[in-house]
């Protein structure tokens, strides 16, 4: 994958990638509000030589305070200090658990310590934190052992700070974890984008037909739900329907030809795009006759209000003539030829020779034809009467239809040379 690609997967998840963020830091706030919290409370000792005697002797006992930094911060983080510590706290705090709440920094090159103590309640963090403290500057120095010149111990510790009991926990740290679970979520959402990219074989635009050697006729906005009722004023087409019309006589060899308007699947069946096709050529002088053969759904016939009428499955079965069933509609030099209604299955009727007899009729009357079937890849409806057709023009509902079904759907058409004119996408951005 190009970073093209990338950008395109992050633009067509954008809803999920936002909603895998949301979760991810949901999933982080219920962490927060369920995890313990733990408090810290500090304070510092300054580990000196007691009462030098001279300026060389206070450089000695600062050389000495720093090179034994380290050994009193084990000190006081040992049970010499904690055992006695646990004691004065009470409250059950055993020598352990405050070994496990303790813990002792040192400042390079200096006597500096810094001793932490980490408690569920705040209150008890302080108190830990002055009691280890003031053990540490009592036991340390008889432990450590030594005397200056005056006889008294080498070394002295003393308190610079008194720990104060903290007013928010130290963990877990709320900014931290809502942004880690957030970006977390977000990462799993690339992922989910990411594959889902890779393994959408969804048609979006003329550019993803470029691998089938296919034309795109045109694209076609998506049609209302609610198409337009044949008494109502005169209806503006889109000029894309305009454009299409002119791709379509200009691959058309004949006069009067017939073009079959297929819907690749159920998503694109919409009888609309044949009927807005018809208008276009209707309204540019050309005798237009638009045929129903959909004897199933009647989408056609429903769409101009003539469900009810006799039309060409009746002329398919020969018990009415063609002439007798075609209607003429609102619209000036537009004709339609009702679905009817099929007393066998449709495809069996379409099977018959009839089929032929009736295009052949058509073309002869009118200047175009347009043909509306079911999808083809519901039912074998289309292909049949692709056999019979001039042209067949399919429709695809962009970000709907599949590659695999283009192919399924191109493999049933007759392999007459010319008989595919190209490829109608519904609902495809302009490109």
Known sequence: MELLDYLRAIRRSWLPLLAATAIGA????????SAPQVYEASTRIVVTANEPVGIQDAQAGVDFASSIAATVAGIIDSPVVLEPAAAALGGGTSTG?????????????????????????????????????????????????????????ALRLEILSQPEPPSQASSPDAKRVLVL????????????????????????????LATHGIGVLGVVPVPARRAT???????????????????????????????????????????????????AFARSNRRTLL??????????????????????????????????????????????????????????????PSLSRLLRWAESQYDTVLVSVPPLLDVADGA???????????????????????????????????????????????T
């Open 181 to 208: 679970t957030g970006l977390i979520g977000l990462g799993i959402g690339l992922v989910v984008a990411i594959v889902r990219f890779t393994r959408d074989d969804r048609v979006r635009t003329r550019d993803d």
């Open 291 to 352: 045929v129903d053969l959909d004897g199933r759904e009647q989408r056609a016939s429903r769409l101009l209000e003539l469900a009810d009428s006799p039309g060409a499955m009746e002329v398919l079965a020969g018990e009415v003539d063609p002439d007798s069933t075609v209607v003429a509609t609102h619209e000036r030099g537009l004709w339609a030829l009702p679905a009817g209604h099929a007393a066998a299955d449709p495809a069996d009727l379409l099977e018959r």
């Open 229 to 279: 009722a044949p008494d109502a004023d005169r209806t503006e087409v889109p000029a894309s329907y305009q454009e299409l019309r002119t791709r379509l006589l200009q691959a058309a060899d004949t006069a009067g030809h017939s073009v079959l308007v297929a819907p690749l699947s159920a998503t694109a069946s919409d009888a609309a795009v044949p009927h807005q096709l018809a208008l």
């Open 384 to 430: 049949i009467v692709a056999g019979e057709a001039s042209q067949v023009t399919l429709t695809l509902r962009a970000g709907a239809d599949s590659h695999a079904s283009l192919r399924a759907a191109t493999s049933s058409l007759p392999e007459r040379p010319g008989v595919l004119t190209g490829v109608v996408l519904i609902g495809a951005p302009h």
């Open 26 to 33: 949901i999933a982080g706030a219920m962490y927060l509000s």
């Open 97 to 153: 658990d405050l070994e496990a709440m303790v813990g002792v920094t040192t400042q390079v090159a200096t006597g500096l310590l810094t001793v932490t103590v980490s408690a569920h309640e705040p209150g008890l963090a302080a108190d830990a934190a002055a009691t280890v403290a003031r053990f540490a500057v009592e036991v340390v120095p008889d432990s450590v052992g030594g005397e200056n010149l005056a006889g008294d111990d």
